[in-house]
């Protein structure tokens, strides 16, 4: 079943389902994205370590990344990627991209001044300077960075935020939603909504009713896995994820483990991002099909097997754990590398497997 | 002109020679290596940032690479290297290999207890623990690290040092060398003898009239660049190097820049090692064709060219100098990748250069 997406030269195509789980592709100006997908974070214009070769090398064949918006705004600068004729072409990356509207890094990373219902106003976590950033401002910076989808301009309270706090937070984000919404965009740019409410079932729901009917072209669940406990976080997807549109994607932002993935595509989520793969990769921490491994360990330090026997990436393939180790320790470069490419690789695999088995037992759409 | 060398399983081959300059091939059981060569260097069982695979791409193609003794002695130590079945196995490295004997390292890094004839006790410079290197135990590493060219292990005086150091030194030096010239070697493990003697001309050719009788695969020239005029490391070079036996390799020890290389080869020499491609990559500066590039540079901001627009590494082929600055300016691991990816080339092409106007303007052999 395929569906178009209101901005030409975007479609979504259900290829099975199992219960609320979903085998899609998202069909994008810069390639098909099938899904579930997990896409990594390429938080300043680079995933870090990584060249778009590798990348794009099966089997990890990332098809979409992530660009954050407050990382790339305040450097290397709009200027600079405008000359590059947007991120795209900066980065030297010719598959999708999808970019992150700030708000979440300004309300974790930098020093806020202000935030009204116009916007926030904050000082950079790099060199102090202010700068103030609104739905309007957001859609600006994406339409430069030129992403294939972008995203709505959202207040992100954290976990632990009171009623109140909750409640203007979500009128703000849905005004802010929709400034987004009719801002305007690159061409062939999609916009996503996101859905916030926190822990509370009834908040979420509430939420999407204000968010829904302004027709994105896919849906996000934004505030979860900001330090809620686990069993909420489950529960709010379970409750909700299979009530946004069934007809467009999908994304649970920033989440999360495997085992979160799995949740996630169980109650009907299709898109996935998280730093975890790359950045615990970088502190030691390789995913396996087995344990995890820890790779310091001294368990490591003679064992001349790879990180995980049955995986085809590149590291297993040519390097033993006893060498990246022996990286690690001496903080070498190349061990980020290969422990990025590893990781990265084992995301990739993961979804697909539970792609395969949507398609392989559950219905064809 | 093939001549075997003592080893069994290498054989020098000179192709053409142009005044002192040759263009050669060293045959090894690892492969051959066309000469002029310049071997990136791998301190701790990595050329640093870089995958094997990348090393062995044209045109980067990197026939032989150095591992450091001293440093791969202390970390990750020799059980760990011997459990790999040593360095070629443990790196993921199917080429030749020279190793240095860890002498420099001592006396440049480690903290000097006590220098006597016998040998020299050190202490780490990552932990502080004590050790003692003397010729055999120099072999000894060498041999479990299984290089295709294991070095004589000498004693490195300061460039600076007085003349009763420099000669007790060379006395060691050739005393160590007949002790490394009958230690136990790995099969297919070639031995190069070092002369030393600082800038001091008649120093030099005793100390080579020392250790050219005792038979070496190949010979280096030790103790220079190590804080001398560049004048007088010139001018040693275009006394001395010719002199050495002209069916051998003939090795420059840690030189140099490419205008050294340069004038290295026109004096004979046959292999050179260096960090400063890979060092300076890493610290911003990238060697072109034209101008160094000093990639932080307000300059480099919004240029969207290559580094070089002649040079055909993936980096240049791919990344422009805004994209190179940006990610040296947020730190990003890539920047390091792509800029030693780009200097290593360089290298390699400035000698290939070097090494074709040899074959044809010069004389076949």
Redesign the interface.
């Known amino acids: 079943m395929l569906t178009s997406l209101p901005t030409p030269g975007f479609s979504f195509e259900i290829v099975a389902t199992l219960g609320h789980a979903r085998a899609g592709i998202l069909h994008t100006p810069h390639g098909d994205i099938p899904t579930p997908v997990f896409m990594p974070v390429g938080t300043?214009?680079?995933v870090?370590?990584?060249?778009?070769?590798e990348l794009r090398a099966p089997p990890l064949d990332a098809r979409i990344i992530l660009g954050n918006t407050y990382h790339l705004y305040l450097?290397?600068g709009l200027?600079?990627i405008e000359?590059?004729g947007g991120l795209h072409g900066?980065?030297?990356w010719d598959r999708a991209i999808l970019t992150d509207s700030g708000g979440y890094q300004v309300f974790s990373l930098a020093a806020i001044n202000q935030i009204d219902d116009d916007g926030v106003t904050f000082r950079s976590h790099i060199d102090g300077s202010e700068h103030r950033l609104t739905p309007e401002v957001s859609m600006q910076i994406q339409r430069v960075l030129g992403s294939d989808i972008a995203m709505c301009f959202d207040e992100c309270p954290p976990g632990d935020a009171d009623a109140q706090v909750h409640e203007r937070a979500l009128a703000r984000t849905t005004a802010w939603a929709k400034r987004c919404r009719i801002a305007p965009r690159a061409p062939g740019q999609a916009l996503f909504g996101i859905v916030q409410g926190g822990i509370d079932t009834a908040r979420r729901l509430r939420h999407m009713a204000e968010i829904l009917p302004l027709d994105f072209d896919g849906h996000a669940l934004g505030g979860l896995a900001v330090g809620e406990n686990l069993a909420d976080t489950y529960r709010i997807l379970d409750e909700v994820a299979h009530l946004l549109p069934a007809e467009r994607p999908r994304y649970l932002m920033g989440v999360g483990t495997p085992a979160d993935l799995e949740r996630g595509i169980l109650a009907g989520i299709d898109m996935f991002d998280c730093v975890m793969p790359t950045r615990n990769a970088r502190n030691g921490y390789l995913f396996t099909s087995g344990e995890r491994v820890n790779i310091p360990n001294a368990a490591n330090?003679?064992d001349?097997g790879p990180v995980d026997p049955t995986c085809p990436c590149?590291t297993c393939k040519?390097?033993?754990r006893?060498?990246l180790?022996?990286?690690y320790?001496?903080k070498?470069?190349?061990y980020?590398?290969?422990a990025t490419l590893h990781n990265l690789t084992f995301y990739a695999r993961h979804v697909a497997r539970l792609r395969e088995r949507i398609v392989a037992e559950g219905t064809r759409a």
Do not use: N, Q
Not at 48 to 53: E, G, I, L, Q, V
């Open positions: 300043a214009g680079t870090k370590a990584m060249t778009p070769d450097r290397p200027e600079v000359a590059a900066f980065a030297a330090r003679l001349m590149a040519t390097h033993s006893a060498y180790r022996h990286l320790m001496a070498e470069i190349l980020s590398r290969l």
